[in-house]
Structure formats: structure tokens, C-alpha cells
């Protein structure tokens, strides 16, 4: 396993780390124990979590630009987990408001020594942070209008949102009310994953650049 997940960390082009690489092996350990019990995700085995989970998170990474990230209805801890790990000096906030998921992410953190990371158990329209975020990020949760609606009062000015979909959701483009006009769309090419992936992202109002 740790083999296939240090062949698609050089396939996405990142810089060699073992610490990184060896995490994420555990943390697909952790997930694969906790699912035969608990159902955390419906991917079952550890192989295609590596693909489906972490390189599928792990791809989103030149889009990251901040100290800070909330992950929103972040499920086991994606991607924000796997984000966590290969970026250290990030702060990550995991959302999330089912219970079981919420207990996982917690035992990850503890077990992974993640220092980095907080995990927050509240529903995504009840979260009043102390603090904004320069990044928001979700990885296909609910729809481009109602995350944004949701969520936009949490970035800084100048913050980044991003949200994690398989194909282009054309429906959804059409329907957000706010930032349209500033919608970038990427195509994700995920190692060993044949599927289609796509990020769409947008800068709130402020100084920051609109280029990634």
C-alpha cells in the first residue's frame, strides 16, 4: 500500500517525504479497521482508497494557497485529513455533523499526531467559528449555490472556496447566484483513476490574486 501511494505522490509531482507518505499508509490502515465496523465510506478496499481517497484528495494540492482550511461535511476526514498531512503548516478544520464520522477523524488526528488539525462535530449552517478561513473546501457535499450561501461569510477577504466534483456540474454553474462570474474550472487527473474529476474555485472580494 505504501508503495502505491508513493508512486501516485510522484505521479502528482510532489516533493519526496517519507513522514507524509508513511501517514497516509496509516491513515488508510485506520480507515479500512474502522469500516469493517462502522460504514465510513462505501469504497471497501484499502487499494482503491488509496486511488479514490487520499490521491484524490492529494491532487487538489496546487490549489491550496493560505495558512488555513476548512473542510466542510468532511465525512472521514477528505480531503482535509490527507491535506493535513502533506501540508503541515496548514490548519485544517474538519466540519462534520454525523456523529460516527466525527469520532473517526478525532481518533485519526490522535493516532497520526496531527497537530495541525481540529475537528468541529456541527451541522455546515450552525458553524460560527471564532476566526475566518483563507480557504474553504468541500468534496462533492451539496450544490455550488447552497455551499456558497453557507459558507461565504467564513472566508477572509481575499479567500480562496473550493469545491471537489466528478464531472462538471453544469446545473449548478447555472443556479449559483454569487461569484458565477469568477468560477474557475480545472480538470483533475487523479493517478490510477479513470473517472472524471474537477475542481471549481473562486477568490472572495480582497487583494488576493485570481490565478492559481
Given at each position: 500500500?505504501?508503495?502505491?501511494?508513493?508512486?501516485?505522490?510522484?505521479?502528482?509531482?510532489?516533493?519526496?517525504?517519507?513522514?507524509a507518505v508513511?501517514?497516509?499508509?496509516?491513515?488508510?490502515?485506520?480507515?479500512?479497521?474502522?469500516?469493517?465496523?462502522?460504514?465510513?465510506?462505501?469504497?471497501?478496499?484499502?487499494?482503491?482508497?488509496?486511488?479514490?481517497?487520499?490521491?484524490?484528495?492529494?491532487?487538489?494540492?496546487?490549489?491550496?494557497?493560505?495558512?488555513?482550511?476548512?473542510?466542510?461535511?468532511?465525512?472521514?476526514?477528505?480531503?482535509?485529513?490527507?491535506?493535513?498531512?502533506?501540508?503541515?503548516?496548514?490548519?485544517?478544520?474538519?466540519?462534520?455533523?454525523n456523529a460516527?464520522?466525527?469520532?473517526?477523524?478525532?481518533?485519526?488526528?490522535?493516532?497520526?499526531?496531527?497537530?495541525?488539525?481540529?475537528?468541529?462535530?456541527?451541522?455546515?449552517?450552525?458553524?460560527?467559528?471564532?476566526?475566518?478561513?483563507?480557504?474553504?473546501?468541500?468534496?462533492?457535499?451539496?450544490?455550488?449555490?447552497?455551499?456558497?450561501?453557507?459558507?461565504?461569510?467564513?472566508?477572509r477577504p481575499?479567500?480562496?472556496?473550493?469545491?471537489?466534483?466528478?464531472?462538471?456540474?453544469?446545473?449548478?454553474?447555472?443556479?449559483?447566484?454569487?461569484?458565477?462570474?469568477?468560477?474557475?474550472?480545472?480538470?483533475?487527473?487523479?493517478?490510477?483513476?479513470?473517472?472524471?474529476?474537477?475542481?471549481?474555485?473562486?477568490?472572495?472580494?480582497?487583494?488576493?490574486?485570481?490565478?492559481?
Amino acid at each position: 500500500m505504501e508503495n502505491d501511494i508513493l508512486e501516485g505522490w510522484d505521479a502528482l509531482g510532489l516533493a519526496p517525504d517519507a513522514t507524509a507518505v508513511a501517514r497516509l499508509a496509516a491513515l488508510v490502515r485506520l480507515l479500512d479497521k474502522w469500516n469493517r465496523v462502522t460504514n465510513l465510506t462505501a469504497v471497501r478496499d484499502p487499494q482503491a482508497m488509496v486511488t479514490r481517497h487520499i490521491l484524490d484528495s492529494l491532487v487538489v494540492l496546487p490549489y491550496i494557497k493560505g495558512d488555513s482550511l476548512l473542510d466542510v461535511g468532511t465525512g472521514a476526514g477528505l480531503p482535509g485529513l490527507p491535506l493535513a498531512i502533506a501540508h503541515p503548516q496548514l490548519a485544517v478544520t474538519l466540519l462534520d455533523s454525523n456523529a460516527k464520522k466525527v469520532r473517526f477523524a478525532r481518533q485519526a488526528v490522535a493516532e497520526l499526531g496531527l497537530d495541525n488539525v481540529e475537528v468541529v462535530h456541527a451541522r455546515m449552517q450552525e458553524y460560527q467559528p471564532t476566526r475566518s478561513f483563507a480557504m474553504v473546501i468541500s468534496r462533492a457535499v451539496a450544490s455550488l449555490d447552497e455551499l456558497y450561501r453557507q459558507t461565504a461569510h467564513l472566508l477572509r477577504p481575499g479567500g480562496r472556496m473550493l469545491f471537489m466534483k466528478g464531472s462538471v456540474p453544469e446545473q449548478e454553474i447555472n443556479a449559483l447566484q454569487d461569484g458565477r462570474a469568477g468560477l474557475h474550472i480545472e480538470r483533475l487527473n487523479v493517478p490510477g483513476l479513470a473517472a472524471e474529476r474537477h475542481l471549481l474555485w473562486l477568490e472572495t472580494r480582497g487583494e488576493s490574486s485570481t490565478t492559481a
